[in-house]
């Protein structure tokens, strides 16, 4: 089940407060987020290899190569985060009235920007043993429950409690 219209809405809405967040916490400096290349996808865009059943995101990493000339200043890697609609609305259902979409949703847009902006910056290799991956998935956590504290209400911090070690946003099986 993919998302509506105005759940679209709602996932720009969250992205774009998560994206402000990400830029204050980690203090990105000229061009902020711009400089990561990143794009956002919903299931509808989604390539098969692109859906995965055990998370409500996942993050594909592509690379951009000149044709040709694999050392041209001009290749870069870049992001998609891969936002799965039906887990996402089926966690929303099942939490029914206690989990809203719009907080949901902040806190996936932004566990997943601290994923793309830790990458990028090479805190973290994208193809990670294992076990340094299941280490980074508890560091990401930390760190966007830190970002989301000047936001925190009642609804972000009953997200943020359902997502400790019991539960994963992300796949960290790539």
Excluded: W
């Amino acid at each position: 089940m993919p998302f509506s219209p105005s759940e679209i809405s709602v996932v720009g809405k969250m992205f774009r407060q998560a994206e402000e967040l990400a830029e204050g916490y980690f203090r990105l400096g000229r061009g902020g987020l711009r400089t990561h290349k990143y794009e956002v996808e919903t299931l509808a865009g989604l390539r098969e290899h692109e859906v995965d059943s055990r998370a409500f995101a996942h993050l594909c990493r592509y690379h951009y190569q000149k044709e040709g000339d694999a050392g041209h200043p001009d290749n870069f890697y870049f992001f998609k985060i891969c936002l799965q609609d039906d887990r996402i609305l089926a966690a929303v259902k099942r939490s029914r009235p206690f989990v809203k979409l719009t907080s949901l949703m902040l806190y996936i847009a932004a566990h997943e920007l601290v994923h793309v902006i830790r990458f990028n910056g090479s805190e973290i290799d994208f193809d990670a043993p294992m076990d340094e991956k299941i280490a980074e998935e508890e560091k990401v956590h930390s760190i966007t429950g830190n970002m989301l504290q000047s936001v925190a209400d009642t609804d972000i911090n009953l997200v943020l409690d359902c997502f400790n070690k019991r539960y994963q946003i992300g796949d960290i099986f790539n």
